[in-house]
């Protein structure tokens, strides 16, 4: 039973298009974030969200906008990509701030 | 200059020898230091965290924190082939603040 589940796993898609990346734990954690790996393997939160209200947002282009219709979900939809969005996105859960964990990611080339 | 200073490495070391990695810290107002491992092409894994200064074990892992050197520390005894990954060590104050990761092969 996969704990932190990302669809889709990879996404190709043209510069200006719009996308989703979709989350789901089954942990019952109430604390859900969205990091970005670039291709240097630097890991950077983007957001976070604790019973589907944002409590971290970290200078992120307005483009990127997430939602969370409830504490199991948190999406992301990401408006007008730039070659600069290709990366990998890891959604990740907890019920504490240091034991946080990793869905497989989802990597995204933008062309 | 970052926050939370790794050397990305390569590491290469022989099967059976002890791993040693290390991060540097400027933010006081860090509280709790973790150790990620990551296989390739696949999501960070929580593999230790701990609080205080000094050490703590889980079998052939170490990890040690000196808060007064703001400097962190892994330790792999009996590296496997199967430890071959990149290591991430992570720190948080509201957030979790990563380094940059240290790729280590360990050579059968």
């Known amino acids: 039973d996969t704990a932190v589940s990302q669809t889709p796993k990879y996404l190709v898609t043209q510069m200006g298009n719009d996308k989703s990346i979709k989350c789901e734990q089954n942990l019952g954690h109430d604390t859900m974030y969205w990091y970005k790996q670039d291709s240097k393997k630097f890991l950077k939160i983007m957001f976070s969200?604790?019973?589907?209200?944002?409590?971290i947002n970290e200078t992120v282009p307005n483009r990127f906008s997430p939602k969370s219709p409830d504490k199991a979900h948190l999406n992301l939809h990401i408006n007008s990509l730039e070659l600069g969005d290709s990366a990998v996105y890891f959604c990740a859960s907890s019920h504490s701030p240091e034991t946080q964990y990793f869905g497989p990611g989802t990597r995204l080339l933008v062309l | 200059q970052k926050e939370v200073e790794q050397d990305p490495g390569p590491l290469s070391v022989p099967e059976g020898a002890i791993v040693s990695l290390n991060c540097t810290y400027s933010n006081s107002a860090f509280q709790y230091f973790m150790w990620y491992r990551q296989y390739s092409r696949k999501g960070p894994e929580l593999l230790m965290y701990?609080?205080?200064?000094g050490n703590k074990e889980d079998g052939r892992f170490t990890a040690q924190v000196d808060k007064s050197s703001k400097y962190i520390s892994l330790f792999i005894r009996d590296s496997q082939p199967s430890d071959s990954a990149t290591y991430l060590c992570a720190m948080n104050d509201y957030k979790l603040s990563f380094g940059a990761g240290t790729t280590v092969t360990v050579r059968a």
């Open positions: 969200y604790n019973n589907k209200e944002l409590i």
């Open positions: 701990t609080y205080s200064s």
